[in-house]
């Protein structure tokens, strides 16, 4: 089997249990990876509210070092169905190094925990003085464990006060990344009393035609760097377009970080800290009505320090303000007295408030106001919506295709796996990306 490992991890936080299973070569040849095989495995262990399991699955292209290539899905029963999003940076290429594409958590840990993913060396180790740490605290705590060259390898998915106490809202930190369109599955980490996972591996992998795949990818990135000038461009035209004026005073004097292996690298760092991405901007200016850099970094700020889903943030934010019409948008100090409250409406999330208030339709125009923005970053790209799952399943950010066309995405596919990728199957099998990606919690 080329580019797949072909091999999943099962952990049970009850009774510290590892298993290695093999990986049926047709599940993965018919679902690839990501948020549609996460899906796939989610159904076929019977996963429910009762049997919450934790599914992590990697593209696979994952780590190949395909521009883009570096998403991780990560999903699980939360409220009412199975929920996926996708993982940024560097964990998903970690866990393939590793040699896994699958990892299945199951059960509950006894006492507050991590668990530590080395190669084949696999480990659970309580440690109760987790409890209460920021995520970023979190991290510093189990790198300093080790030797510093160890520590600094290690990638870190990690919960903070919001998933230790189950919020709606509560998100994953990746190495320091705040997840947006996390679907509050913070909160099943919590419901574990798994505070973090931290992965390093050093395993290779095969691909069915590696001096074929090193040419193409080459290429790529020559045509990538002869145009680039119009792709940030573009970039600046897009951000323009979706009212967001701050955008160039936060990132200035910032440096440019990408995930694994792509070029584009729209993350943005300061003072090795990450800056919030575009679409946190834009739910905090237009849904919040947070315009001044201080207020939106203040906030930004609080939602990684407590591992807050900002984007979850907003929507359940403008919900209470639906409700209780005292509540003002734009109000830095109320936001932050809702935070701070753990048992006030915010962190039952946007979904449940929704539901309980009756303001479904109105929900659902946040939801759209959300689409709509992603259709501004990627509506100059034929059939962009038919390609989102697809490149899901592959572990491919969607915003390489600002700067490379989605034949080199299929060429590379053919090169790693040795197989054509079959769109009309994928398409057939239903994962509609672009739903899910706004579904909230």
Excluded at 197 to 208: C, E, H, Y
């Amino acid at each position: 089997m080329f580019g797949w490992q072909g091999k999943a991890l099962r952990i049970n936080l009850s009774n510290g249990l590892v298993e290695t299973e093999l990986i049926a070569e047709e599940l993965l040849e018919d679902y690839l990876g990501g948020c549609m095989l996460a899906r796939k495995i989610a159904e076929l262990e019977n996963i429910s509210a009762k049997n919450n399991k934790l599914i992590m699955a990697n593209g696979v292209l994952t780590g190949t070092g395909t521009p883009g290539a570096a998403l991780c899905a990560i999903g699980a029963y939360v409220s009412s169905e199975f929920f996926c999003c996708p993982l940024w940076y560097h964990l998903g290429a970690e866990l393939k190094f590793c040699g896994y594409d699958v990892v299945i958590i199951e059960g509950e840990a006894p006492v507050w925990s991590y668990l530590l993913v080395l190669d084949d060396e696999i480990k659970i180790i309580p440690a109760e003085e987790i409890k209460g740490l920021s995520p970023i605290e979190t991290e510093n705590f189990i790198r300093d464990g080790y030797s510093k060259w160890l520590g600094n390898e290690i990638r870190i998915l990690s919960i903070g006060e919001a998933g230790e106490g189950q919020s709606a809202l509560a998100s994953l930190v990746n190495d320091g990344l705040l997840i947006s369109h996390s679907g509050g599955i913070g909160s099943i980490f919590g419901e574990k009393h798994l505070k973090a996972i931290a992965i390093r591996g050093i395993q290779d992998f095969k691909l069915a035609h590696a001096s074929k795949f090193g040419d193409i990818i080459t290429k790529a990135i020559q045509n990538f760097r002869e145009n680039k000038y119009p792709i940030y461009e573009q970039m600046c035209n897009i951000c323009e377009e979706l009212n967001l004026p701050l955008v160039e005073k936060i990132y200035q004097g910032s440096e440019k970080r990408g995930c694994l292996g792509c070029p584009i690298a729209c993350l943005q760092q300061k003072e090795d800290k990450f800056l919030p991405h575009f679409t946190t901007l834009f739910c905090f200016m237009n849904l919040l009505g947070l315009y001044r850099l201080e207020d939106i970094l203040v906030i930004y700020n609080i939602c990684l320090k407590k591992g807050i889903d900002p984007v979850a943030l907003s929507i359940a934010a403008r919900c209470v303000k639906e409700i209780e019409r005292s509540f003002k948008i734009g109000d830095i100090e109320g936001i932050i007295n809702l935070i701070a409250d753990q048992d006030s409406l915010l962190h039952k999330g946007g979904a449940r408030l929704a539901q309980e208030y009756n303001i479904e339709e109105f929900f659902k125009g946040l939801k759209k106001a959300l689409n709509d923005q992603l259709g501004v970053i990627f509506g100059n790209l034929e059939e962009v919506n038919e390609k989102m799952h697809i490149l899901d399943t592959l572990g491919i950010c969607p915003y390489i295709l600002l700067g490379f066309p989605y034949e080199m995405v299929k060429e590379t596919f053919k090169t790693v796996t040795g197989k054509e990728l079959d769109e009309e199957s994928l398409k057939n099998r239903g994962l509609k990306w672009m739903e899910d990606y706004t579904v909230f919690r």
